[in-house]
Structures are given as structure tokens and as C-alpha cells.
């Protein structure tokens, strides 16, 4: 009986000097920068994370080490607000580095990993491909981290590696040249999820672009190589992947907990409730006593009780200490406003001084509180 190879029929890719890709074909690192026929996104991409680096940098932010400030207002994913209502930032933040040497690092890692990976995919797939992956890692991150302010290419690059890792596991290229390539890249994705390990690097983004890499690069070989099916017919598979991550993004954005947005927006509320009752002062100085008495136990004292219920719903939030001293500042403020309305109320309404007193002790107490929430915000 004879037995036959289960790969005898496996597509194999052997490198040959016309199909070599750019990198392999230019001694100039420098070419790998000009946009040309089946290498057209990578130096694109490269350009364009290059392009809003520097208008970061003219724009006055710091060009080693940007302000988290700064990051979020050129589209950094920072959770609370991903998750709070701007979910475009888990595809911006791909666009956006902390610093010129996280730009460097991961640029070179781009040059290396394109010039193989998109003649081999083409353009279109490959955009679709990367675009996937950082998505996927923005995703993971806002998804394992209670609180995230992110940036960087890194999770997309990852998933380029993803990619040529998966095509590295099955029979696409012969033998010997895959054994030589696998381990070089294990070695590559290896080391850097270790450093990734280190603190203020995000390693969720990171495993999430791999992950989607992985399963795009599995995609490609089952329903393109195996299948010796064109590059140009390659569209509607490489269209799972990222259709699975925005899936996911959807998700994570409806059922994620966001409790410093939930605390952003009661103390918006906590805010109107503030004007709302402090009002009653505006009112005309012709205004009848009765009236203002009228006006504070309807305006201020109905305001400052559903304040007192707002700080409650803040009390109950997972949040770091800092905001839980704010939210007790924030009551000692309310309930001794709402101590001094009550007093007003009941002066007014009984056309007596007898609380001027006592009154005048609780605005003395309010300014001090006032003076502890303003030190606390510089």
C-alpha cells in the first residue's frame, strides 16, 4: 500500500527574485518610504503616523513625552470618553504616539513586517487587515482596563506579525525557510509582549492585535492560498475579521462599565442642581419675602435634597480614592447649604433675625469647603 503526503496538494510559496518583496529587493531603507504598484499602504501609513506626529509636536505638544491632556484631545483612546459617547477613538488612537521614540520603535517595526506582508496580501486586504487589528487592540484595552488613556500603532503592527505568524504555521512556505522565519518572529513577538509586561505599556492592545492577525492570517491561507484563489478575490473572506471585531467594539462599548463617565455625568447634573438652587439669589430685589422664602424651599431646598441623592449614586461608583474625597467634600458642601436654605427659608417666612447667627457660622463653613474643592483642582 502506498501512503501519500497529507500536503502533497498543500500550496507551497518559494521566494524567487521576482517575487521577492520590496524589502528584500531595495538597499536603500529609503525606498521602503515611496509609494508603488503592490506597495502602496505601508509607506502610507508610515507617512501619516510621521505627518500627525509632527503636527502634534508644531502644535506644541511635547515631543518626548506627550501630556495625557494633550493625547486626549488628539484622539487618544482614553476609556471614559471611548466608552462615554466617542467610540471613534478606538480607530484614532492608531494614529497617535507617545513620543518620537515610540513613534521610531514602532515605524521600524512597520517597515519591517509591510514590505513583505502587503505584496503578498495586496493593498486592499492589507489595509483591511490592519485596520482590524488596531481595532481589535483598542478594544481589548478598553476591555481588561478599568481606566486606559492609549495611543499608538502598536496594536495594529502586532497584528501585521499576527498575520505572517499564522502563514508561518501552515505548509505556504516550504520547510526550511519557514523553521527560519517562525523562530524569528516567536522571538520578536515573544520579547516584545515581555517588555509589554513593563508599566505604562498597554500588552492588552498588543495580544489584541496579534489575536486578530492571527485569525486574518488563518482566514487568508484557508479561503485564498489553499484554495488558489486570486489576491484580487481575497475580499469577501478578509471581510470576517474585521466585521468579528466590530462585533466585539459594539459589545464592549453597550455592556463595558464606565463609572468616571457615570461620575462626569452626575456631577454635570450636580452642577445644574447647584445654579438652579444658588438662583434664588438672583432674583429681583423687589421680590416680596415671601416670595424668596417661596423661591428657596421650591428652587433651592428641592435642589440640594436631589443633590444629597446624586452623591450617593457617586458614592457607590468603583473609583479611586481621589474622587470618592471629592464626592465627601461635595456633601459637606450640600448639606451645609442645605442647613443655611432651610434657615433662610424659615427667617424670611417668620420675619425674624434670630438665625442671622447661625446662618453666617454655616457660610463661613461653606467657604472653607469651597477653598479645599478649588485647592483640589489645581
Known sequence: ??????????PHYTPNSESRPPRAQQSNPLELLKP??????????IWLNVGVFLLMVISGVNALEPSGEDLVKW???????????????LLTCCFLHIGI???????????QIGPILEPLLGSRQFTIAYLTAGLMGSVVSVWWHDVVNGAGASGAIFGMYGVFLALLTTNWLEATVRKALLQSILIFVGFNLFVGMQAHIDNAAHIGG??????????????????????????LPMIVPPVLAIVLAVLVYTYKSNPLADFDRLMGRFNKLNGQAMSVFQLPKTTPAAGVAK????????????????????????????YHQHTKLLRQ?????LKSFNLLQRSLADTTHIYDKQIGLYDQQIAAVLEQLSAKKK
Open 1 to 10: 500500500m502506498n501512503s501519500e503526503n497529507p500536503d502533497a496538494h498543500e
Open 36 to 45: 508603488r504598484g503592490g506597495y502602496l499602504i505601508t509607506p502610507i501609513l
Open 75 to 89: 484622539g487618544a483612546n482614553y476609556s471614559p470618553l471611548t466608552t462615554g459617547g466617542q467610540p471613534w477613538r
Open 101 to 111: 521614540i515610540h513613534l521610531v520603535f514602532n515605524m521600524y517595526a512597520l517597515m
Open 210 to 235: 496579534l489575536l486578530a492577525g492571527l485569525f486574518t492570517g488563518y482566514a487568508y491561507y484557508l479561503f485564498v492560498l489553499r484554495s488558489n484563489q486570486p489576491a484580487n478575490r481575497a475580499l
Open 295 to 322: 423661591a428657596i424651599n421650591d428652587q433651592g431646598v428641592v435642589a440640594w435634597e436631589e443633590a444629597i441623592n446624586l452623591l450617593d449614586e457617586a458614592d457607590k461608583l468603583d473609583l479611586p480614592d481621589g
Open 333 to 337: 458642601y450640600t448639606m451645609l447649604r
